[in-house]
């Protein structure tokens, strides 16, 4: 007998439900051919920009001119030419010890703080590892391989050295024990190996150094020590003079000590760089440790000894210096950041020549320096590379690709200006690799907002990074010289310049930024210098009506406080933030009308580039700081900026430099929305729809209150709360045209501040993000604004024609619409008002609104429309030709709505879900549930492949896209789990399947979503290896070459070979091939290639020994048939002679 399943009958009940009432909505949306499909997409990691975090060491290949950095968390980043980056990563996550090239093979190899060291092959461009060995008995502490060798030395803690084969990463048993190295009677233990170099003129010889201030110079064929030299403190690190003679040791007492190979028993010098000289000839006071020192030779001049550290003690809160001593000079470079590591660039590989360094590579903390040793000053070369992007933190980030065309030259002309003087003249010296071959040609930028209040735009273009033009906000206010000066009025304790949000319109050039201070800057673009005498400054009074202070009693009538007479005398004057009328202190302390930052008064010079436009101030209401702003949208055809927080939302005209609305959430529904929230106390809801209906009627009490001129519709415009010091100027401009026209006076000007509870101020840009399981009393009872959207759309369902609209989202996932009222452009424009209504909420949704959008019929989308960039400090003959081209370059209007049909598709996404809404019928066509679990942190629509679709990022890590209109699910992919709120903070989605999030404090990761952009990854990815030809190796002269002079070789593999020193200890070390698969494929083809043009340069150089072996073989039997010839020339002349002839 079947089993009855009650359900499954509920199944189908609600699949057929849902299938009914989509029904109805779909007619439209199935016209709409969608070519996206699944195949059109794959997750994947492109390009890792900016400084590497934490970095713990570096390495140079000399020949090939590649730089490697390693990090503390097992991150490798490998630097070439100006566009040349590549990142990898240990799996371990264990910092990097230390760094060695395999100079000129393509190859690098790492050592690591979990006793581990790795191969890795660098001639493909995705490198990998190829050996791994993991150390279980003995810590690593020092690496070393010589010049052209393949064996590989490892010094560990127990003082003892091992012998790697890196061809097969196989250990030698040739082991060098810390008891044969050391004297016989000496009793304690030397310490961990801390330097390995082997003898510049001799490769049979090794140079240890211990801890304890033991260096032994040991005799590999011999198998021990020739010489120990004993000091007594610590030993940082050892450098040899290229001829083999001396070596110098710096200390932890902030000494060097120069040895001669041949004399053992005392050091030959010992200075101390920075430490004072008693006069009595005593030993100089101590001083910080010298942590590393190099010694390298020039033919023509004296040698350089560069070192780090060796401060004096009493130099307290000095910053970590590079000392430079050549000849009788001692140069000492401050640095900003401490010293990590340096090295020194020299002209030749070869460790038995001249040096000849030119360069001085210093890896500070959070840096990276060059400096230039060829030029007096020792001035520092122009870094290429994107390594500033932590100059200031970040807070927030865009990104933009498929710009237009022309902005990345104009940003970098304005942005060149800006360039710091004084740099090296030379060429960067790290030159290495070549760029990809990559097809993606559109342009993209990316914008960083910082905690300094810079602005940073970046090209991006091809998978490099490069800084365009830097923008500093914080010059329009007036900074505190000290803590004593700082402002009470702050809402932050660090940082009041930081950047919240930012709005860009690239085709326009309009830019607007909101700030933590609760504050918003609009800008405009401008390749001229201007000089701006007065700030053009807005305040906005947003408050709350929840609270029995500010609310109005029962039974009377609101009454806004009104101005004195002389209070606003002067436009000009008043529009200083200085006035003594925009703020005041009541007589219990209570703070009002102040905002949190002080506009600079004095005239502001402004350089080419961005330019202040307007700045509006949020300011204290009877004791409460402003809410900082949560979402902020401009749009350049309309003229209009709008910003919204918890308290509500504003909408200012930044042509007419007025507020024309400042509403409170809860008034954006109308009074018959069904989903309209009840505000807490229904006595007050009672005096609020009481007051809107008055002021709507208009009140004659009012208008015979307001008798001066200057206050024409004042009380509305109080009500609003825009501040004392703007009211009087804005609504002189109002009471001359409301007369005129007032069919298109604004309609909501009567609207007053909705409350909200106060939210703490230092939450960042993440706090419209929260989990589903938030359900407390004080979450629900607060509606934010979240995001903000400029159409053209159908405002109501009875619509038949377009109007400007703005869509408004809050965290409660309503979605209103507010029809805007704008007269035609030219001198119109800047007189008549802006009307404003509100028109009720279009849709719910579940969570946060995080983004919102406009389709056509056909599914394209149909972008906010905008005022194409003109200069505004030209010419008017130029103004003229450039509205011209604008009028031209005007995106045309979609049709307008004929009877019963809707031209319009509304895609709407929270946190949980998106849904699609026909218009003006404002019929839902699609629903889908993205998350139940987690909630989305970012979403945006996106074009793809010629389609649009919405790309979405989850905090439990999954990247899903979903295709328009009808919400098919094409990609999802658990990528990244929200572990850091910095992800969620800076995550981006841009067009054409890009994205990027800040990874670190310092670096950016880009990754595609793009199936085509994955396929031609490897093409577009840098090479790091180039074959180049290995420099010839000094003469040793013919004086040298005839009495045994100059270097001597080894055969290190008779002697570290397994026939030769037996089987290392299994025990020892484990080793572990490289990873395989596709990757290794790849990477084993492209090390085919990279040995196929190797062998050819060996053929090339073998063919030219041959034909030069040639020449010689002939001049040396020129030469014997010349003596022949003589030979027998003189056996003629004596030939017929007696001896006693001659």
Not at 773 to 795: K, L, M, N, W, Y
Not at 884 to 895: D, L, M, V
């Amino acid at each position: 007998m079947k089993k009855f399943n009650i359900r499954k009958v509920l199944d189908g009940l609600t699949a057929s439900s849902s299938s009914a009432a989509h029904s109805g909505g779909s007619r439209e949306s199935d016209a709409v051919q969608e070519t996206l499909q699944s195949d059109h997409f794959q997750l994947c990691k492109t390009v890792r920009h900016g400084f590497p975090y934490q970095p713990s060491s570096m390495a140079f290949d000399p020949v090939q001119k590649i730089l490697a950095v390693g990090t503390q968390n097992g991150a490798l980043r490998l630097f070439g030419r100006a566009g040349v980056e590549c990142y990898c990563q240990h799996e371990s996550g264990a910092a990097i010890i230390q760094l060695q090239f395999l100079i000129n093979e393509g190859a690098l190899v790492s050592a690591l703080a979990d006793d581990s060291i790795h191969l890795w092959n660098l001639r493909q461009k995705i490198p990998a590892i190829l050996h791994s060995l993991k150390f279980s008995r003995e810590r690593i502490t020092y690496v070393h391989l010589p010049f052209q060798s393949k064996w590989l030395y490892i010094g560990t803690e127990r003082g003892n050295i091992h012998i790697v084969n890196v061809e097969s990463f196989t250990l030698s048993g040739y082991v060098i024990m810390w008891n044969k190295a050391i004297e016989l009677s000496t009793k304690t233990h030397p310490g961990p190996v801390v330097h390995i170099s082997d003898h510049p003129m001799d490769e049979g010889k090794l140079l240890i150094g211990f801890e304890c201030g033991v260096v032994v110079l040991w005799d590999l064929k011999c198998k021990k020590a020739d010489y120990r030299y004993t000091y007594d403190e610590a030993i940082h690190s050892v450098a040899w003079h290229h001829e083999g003679k001396q070596f110098v040791c710096s200390h932890s007492d902030g000494s060097l000590t120069t040895w001669n190979v041949r004399a053992p028993a005392k050091a030959a010098q010992i200075i101390t760089p920075h430490g004072k000289q008693p006069k009595d000839g005593k030993k100089p006071e101590p001083c910080k440790p010298i942590l590393k020192v190099e010694y390298k030779t020039t033919r023509a001049g004296e040698p350089f000894m560069i070192l780090s550290g060796g401060l004096s003690y009493d130099t307290v809160g000095r910053r970590a210096c590079l000392t430079v001593m050549h000849g009788k000079s001692t140069t000492v470079l401050e640095m900003d950041y401490p010293i990590v590591d340096f090295l020194t660039l020299c002209e030749t590989p070869y460790p038995n020549d001249f040096q000849e360094p030119y360069a001085v590579v210093v890896l500070l903390e959070k840096d990276l320096v060059l400096i230039d040793l060829g030029q007096i000053g020792y001035p520092i070369f122009e870094n290429p590379y994107p390594l500033t992007i932590h100059e200031s933190p970040v807070t927030c980030c865009e990104y933009f690709a498929d710009c237009p065309a022309e902005l990345i030259p104009a940003l970098y002309s304005v942005g060149s200006r800006q360039k710091r003087q004084g740099y090296s003249k030379k060429e960067w010296p790290i030159s290495g690799g070549n760029w990809g071959q990559g097809t993606q040609s559109y342009p993209e930028i990316i914008i960083t907002g910082h905690a300094d209040g810079t602005i940073k735009f970046w090209d991006a273009s091809a998978l490099m990074l490069q800084v365009l033009y830097k923008l500093k906000t914080a010059k329009v206010f007036e900074r505190a010289r000290g803590k004593e000066e700082k402002p009470s009025t702050d809402i932050v304790d660090e940082d009041p310049f930081a950047i919240q949000t930012l709005s860009w319109c690239p085709e326009s050039r309009m830019l607007c930024v909101a700030g933590v201070s609760a504050h918003v800057i609009v800008y405009r673009f401008s390749k001229q210098e201007v000089t701006t005498e007065v700030v053009q400054l807005l305040e906005v009074r947003m408050q709350c009506d929840f609270s029995d202070v500010d609310s109005p009693d029962p039974g009377g009538e609101q009454t806004p406080t009104l101005p004195t007479p002389g209070a606003a005398s002067s436009p000009q004057e008043t529009e200083l933030p200085t006035q003594p009328s925009t703020g005041s202190n009541s007589s219990d302390g209570h703070r009002d009308n102040i905002p949190c930052l002080q506009v600079r008064s004095s005239p502001l010079k402004q350089s080419p580039g961005y330019q202040v436009e307007l700045v509006i101030q949020l300011v204290w209401v009877s004791g409460e700081p402003p809410q900082q702003i949560t979402s902020l949208a401009i749009n350049s055809s309309n003229g209009l900026v709008v910003f919204g927080n918890s308290n509500g939302l504003g909408v200012v005209d930044y042509l007419q430099k007025t507020l024309l609305l400042n509403m409170g959430t809860s008034e954006l529904y109308s009074p018959s929305d069904p989903y309209q929230r009840q505000p807490c106390s229904p006595r007050k809801a009672r005096q609020l729809s009481g007051g809107i209906s008055e002021s709507n009627e208009g009140s004659n009490t009012t208008e015979d209150r307001c008798k001066s001129p200057t206050s024409v519709v004042y009380t509305n415009w109080q009500m609003f709360g825009v501040s004392v010091s703007v009211t009087a100027k804005m609504s002189r401009k109002i009471s001359q045209t409301s007369e005129q026209k007032p069919d298109l006076a604004i309609s909501s000007l009567s609207y007053i501040c909705a409350p909200s509870c106060r939210s703490d101020a230092k939450d960042n840009s993440f706090t419209r993000s929260r989990s589903s399981s938030v359900t407390s009393i004080e979450r629900e009872s607060r509606e934010v604004i979240s995001a903000f959207h400029f159409c053209e759309s159908f405002p109501r369902k009875t619509d038949s024609l377009l109007s400007p609209c703005l869509l408004v989202g809050t965290t409660q996932g309503s979605v209103m619409m507010v029809a805007l009222s704008l007269s035609p452009g030219g001198d119109s424009r800047l007189q008549q008002p802006v009307g404003i209504s509100s028109c009720g909420t279009l849709v719910k949704l579940k969570g946060g609104i995080l983004t919102m959008a406009l389709l056509d019929s056909t599914g394209t989308l149909l972008p906010p429309s905008y005022e194409p960039w003109y200069d505004p400090n030209s010419s008017d003959e130029e103004k003229e030709k450039e509205k011209e081209k604008s009028r031209r370059r005007r995106p045309a209007s979609p049709p307008s709505s004929q009877e019963g049909q809707d031209h319009q598709f509304a895609v709407l996404c929270s946190e949980k879900q998106a849904k699609v809404v026909a218009l003006p019928s404002q019929t839902r066509i699609h629903k889908h549930n993205i998350t139940e679990s987690s909630f989305l942190l970012r979403a945006d629509v996106v074009l793809m492949a010629g389609e649009n679709c919405i790309a979405c990022f989850c905090a439990n890590g999954h990247i899903m896209t979903l295709s328009l209109p009808s919400l098919r699910p094409l990609l999802d992919v658990n990528y990244l789990p929200l572990t850091d709120m910095r992800i969620a903070r800076t995550f981006c989605f841009s067009n054409l399947g890009q994205a990027l999030y800040l990874v670190s404090p310092a670096e950016f990761q880009r990754i595609t979503y793009s199936q085509d952009t994955c396929n031609n990854l490897q093409e577009m990815l840098s090479e790091l290896f180039t074959p180049v030809e290995t420099p010839e190796a000094p003469n040793r002269g013919f004086f040298k070459g005839l009495f045994g002079g100059g270097a001597q070789s080894l055969d290190r593999e008779d002697l570290f070979g397994e026939t030769a020193s037996g089987k290392a200890s299994r025990s020892l070390a484990q080793h572990i091939p490289g990873p395989g698969g596709m990757e290794g494929m790849k990477g084993a083809a492209s090390g085919v290639v990279g040995d196929l043009a190797r062998a050819r340069i060996a053929l090339d150089e073998r063919g030219q020994k041959l034909g030069e072996l040639d020449e010689r073989t002939a001049a040396m039997m020129a030469s014997a048939d010349s003596f022949s010839k003589h030979a027998h020339d003189m056996m003629l002349k004596y030939k017929d002679k007696k001896w006693y002839q001659l």
